[in-house]
Each structure stands twice: as C-alpha cells, then as structure tokens.
C-alpha cells in the first residue's frame, strides 16, 4: 500500500495532525461504535488490525493481544510511545502483514479498503483468513460516498 503523503494529504501524515482531524470528525465515537456492536471481543482475544493508523482502537477494547500493522513509521512510532504496553506494532503494507496462521480471534481492517485497489484488497482478506482461528472474524469498515 502506498501512503499519499503529497499535496493536502501530506499533513495527515502527522499523527498529531491525523489524529486531531479522527477527533474533528467523530472517530472516537465510530470506534465505541465498532467495538461494542462488531467487534465484541472479550479479554483474552488475539486482535490483528491491518492498516492500525496510531492504533486508538485500544481506547475501546478490554485486556487483549493486539497486532497493529500500519505503513505509516510515523503512526507507528506514535501508536508505540502511547499504547506500547499494551500491543505489538509493525510497520509495513497490506500484504506484507507478517501472520501466524490461524493465530487470531478477530482481524480488523478499519478505513484500510478505500486506499487499495481491487488486487490489494483481495490479498488483505486472503491474509486475514489466514490469521484466523476457527471461528474467527473479520471485520472491516470504511467510509463509503454513494450518490444515489
């Protein structure tokens, strides 16, 4: 995955920046949001979340083994210096995730689909797939524009 880190885009490679403009928008509540009616983990879940941004999803989730993975070294860097303790962080593109096989209860990809093209997308839910337990879910969520 490539970052778009040129023109007005490149200010949201800031993660201060990006996460001022999350708050700004109502991210916070879309993330409560997305864990409590989706996600629905429960202490103890092994969580991947492709495309983890500065991974503020761990404001939202209880005591579980948490995977980010995001292209992003800067958001990376800001998701270690806040939430360190509290996962793993890599940095890296979709399908370059490094995965255990079926190692994960849940896999999320949130705001990750709209960057990639068909080809992408794909290998992410192939390797999502693949670094599920049975029983396992996926869950994914993006901002979508639809004129009709």
């Known amino acids: 995955m490539t970052e778009r880190t040129s023109g007005w885009r490149a200010a949201f490679s800031i993660p201060a920046v990006y996460r001022a403009a999350q708050q700004m928008i109502g991210s916070p509540n879309v993330r409560a949001a997305l864990v409590d009616e989706y ?20 404001d939202h989730l209880p005591s579980v083994t948490y995977f980010g993975h995001d292209p992003s070294a800067d958001y990376i860097a800001a998701a270690i210096e806040r939430y360190g303790d509290r996962g793993t962080f890599r940095v890296g593109g979709v399908g370059a995730v490094p995965v255990d096989d079926g190692a994960y209860d849940l896999v999320l990809a949130k705001g990750v689909l709209h960057h990639v093209d068909d080809e992408l997308g794909n290998g992410l839910f192939d390797e999502a797939f693949r670094a599920l337990k049975p029983g396992g879910r996926v869950v994914t969520i993006d901002p979508v524009y639809d004129p009709g």
Do not use: E, F, Q, Y
Not at 45 to 53: H, P, Q, S, V
């Open 39 to 58: 996600l629905r983990p429960v202490d103890g879940d092994a969580i991947l979340d492709i495309g983890c941004g500065t991974a503020d999803i761990l």
